[in-house]
């Protein structure tokens, strides 16, 4: 037993063991069982038949769901370039700021996270709404336009709320990547009297990538499943494959074709992921 104990091998695993068990328990075996329901069938009343079934996977393809699948990653990709232009400025003022006023800042940054995502949600419902929404009603009280503007139960709504709902996150990433830059470096571009856009093009961007990349990656894969967001600003009439799933589970209770629509979006974000990784060690290895 000493001779166990004095094992690196044997201590290394008996580390591992607990943060192993629990992602077999709570990752990999719900995903196991969500691949395999993808290959079943839909019980008469709900639930499942142990009857293998490919036609889950080739409904997933049929124009109406894979049309909607690519409609949400559409508002994924323009959810993370939006957030990106505007959180890159905001991390770069943070970092750029005096160490007193870092605090304060990032501070300020995180006060929205102390409300329920739901409830910030339904904010941005009473101000979008088509006739009783504040913004419609105080802009035609003013005269300023004559019928509401269509700012509820479209992808513009959408887009909004999951830019506020997500912008800190994209912040905190790019903001520690740029409080960590050596500024000795921007001072030898200075006196090698490169201009300020190109310090900034050549230096500072390309050594804050790996937060630029891990925040995309943090907005993308949430925006990518999103379903609270779509179902109270989408009206109902705007939704994204999130809400697909959940009715899939929840109303329809068509579990193997929730399963294999599951699989396409866990597909689609791995495959993101992957990208991910690959950018980092690039960048690593350049560096």
Not at 108 to 123: D, E, G, H, K, S
Not at 262 to 274: D, E, G, K, Q, V
């Amino acid at each position: 037993m000493d001779r166990l104990r004095r094992n690196p091998t044997f201590q290394a695993w008996a580390l591992l063991a607990a943060p192993v068990i629990f992602l077999i328990v709570f990752f990999m075996l719900p995903l196991l069982i969500v691949f395999v329901y993808s290959f079943l069938e839909r019980g008469e009343y709900g639930g499942v038949q142990w009857v293998f079934n490919l036609g889950n996977i080739q409904r997933v393809f049929d124009p109406l769901y894979f049309r909607t699948f690519l409609r949400s990653l559409y508002i994924a990709i323009v959810t993370t370039l939006i957030t990106l232009a505007l959180g890159y400025p905001l991390a770069y003022f943070i970092a750029d700021s005096p160490p007193k006023r870092k605090g304060v800042l990032i501070f300020v940054l995180m006060i929205p996270f102390w409300t329920n995502f739901l409830i910030r949600t339904y904010a941005w419902l009473t101000l979008l709404r088509t006739h009783t929404g504040l913004i419609n009603v105080t802009l035609m009280s003013w005269g300023v336009i004559s019928k509401p503007l269509p700012l509820f139960g479209n992808d513009f709504a959408i887009i909004l709320g999951l830019v506020y709902g997500w912008l800190p996150v994209m912040v905190l990433p790019i903001y520690a990547a740029l409080d960590r830059l050596d500024h000795s470096l921007l001072e030898a571009a200075r006196d090698l009297y490169a201009s300020g856009f190109h310090t900034f093009w050549r230096v500072t961007w390309p050594l804050s990538l790996p937060g630029v990349v891990a925040g995309s990656m943090l907005v993308f894969i949430p925006s990518l499943g999103a379903f609270v967001t779509p179902a109270i600003l989408g009206g109902g009439k705007s939704l994204m494959i999130g809400n697909i799933i959940s009715n899939q589970f929840l109303g329809a209770h068509d579990w193997p074709f929730g399963s294999a629509l599951s699989m396409l979006m866990m597909i689609a974000m791995l495959i993101a992921t992957l990208i991910y990784f690959r950018w980092t060690t690039k960048t690593e290895a350049a560096s």
